[in-house]
Structure formats: structure tokens, C-alpha cells
């Protein structure tokens, strides 16, 4: 099942990058933005239940729709181009494992534990 889902989210992380092809940026812009979302871990230097909940926030692909919806809506390219970072990020992030975090640790996801075989 882990590799399924894997490859699900190769699938995302390639719809992504055509998204971000149709823009016509220069993919530098999508190289230098591509670990933006990371930022939402800052949270936690803060406490662990805060963390949770700004790399959550950082890593959710609903809120990554949302955002590039909007951004489709109001016809603002900054808005969209947000979205597909946070959403190709996230996806690449669940393919290598990290997923949206328990409160309890950020090693303890969705997805299982980081580091457990």
C-alpha cells in the first residue's frame, strides 16, 4: 500500500509541475520557492502543539487549492503560483515519507512513523 500511495503522489507532484509549466515563469522561481512551505516549522520552537499546527497549515493540499483557486477566481498569479508550491511541495514531501504531523512528535505523521521500517 505505502508504494501506491507513493505513486499517487508522484502522479500530484507531476500534475504540479505542469501547472507550474503553464504559468510561464521561469522555473528558477519554482526552485528558489519550493521549500517556502518548510517555514511552517518554525512553529515549533515555539511548542510542540504549535508546530503541529503551522506545518499542518503549511503542508495542507486542500488549503494549497484553496489558495490556487483564488488566485484562479481573482486572476492573481501570485496566488496561484503559491498554490502550486505548497501543493508540489506537500506532494513531494508524502513521497519521501513526511506527512502532516501528530501533535505528539513531529516524527509521528499520517503516514506512520518517520524512521520506522
Known amino acids: 500500500m505505502n508504494k501506491l500511495l507513493k505513486l499517487e503522489e508522484l502522479a500530484m507532484f507531476a500534475l504540479s509541475l505542469w501547472a507550474f509549466f503553464l504559468t510561464e515563469i521561469s522555473w528558477w522561481w519554482f526552485a528558489g520557492l519550493f521549500l517556502l512551505p518548510d517555514l511552517g516549522m518554525i512553529g515549533y520552537l515555539l511548542d510542540e502543539k504549535i ?3 503551522t506545518y499542518n497549515l503549511f503542508h495542507h493540499k ?3 487549492l484553496f489558495i490556487f ?3 484562479l477566481f481573482m486572476n492573481n498569479q501570485i496566488l496561484e503560483i503559491a498554490g502550486i508550491i505548497l501543493f508540489s511541495h506537500s506532494s513531494f514531501d508524502r513521497i519521501m515519507g513526511y ?3 501528530y ?3 513531529f516524527k ?3 503516514l506512520g512513523e518517520i524512521g520506522k521500517k
Open 51 to 53: 508546530g503541529t499546527w
Open 62 to 64: 486542500g488549503i494549497a
Open 69 to 71: 483557486g483564488l488566485g
Open 99 to 101: 506527512g502532516l504531523k
Open 103 to 105: 501533535e505528539k512528535g
Open 108 to 110: 509521528f505523521t499520517h
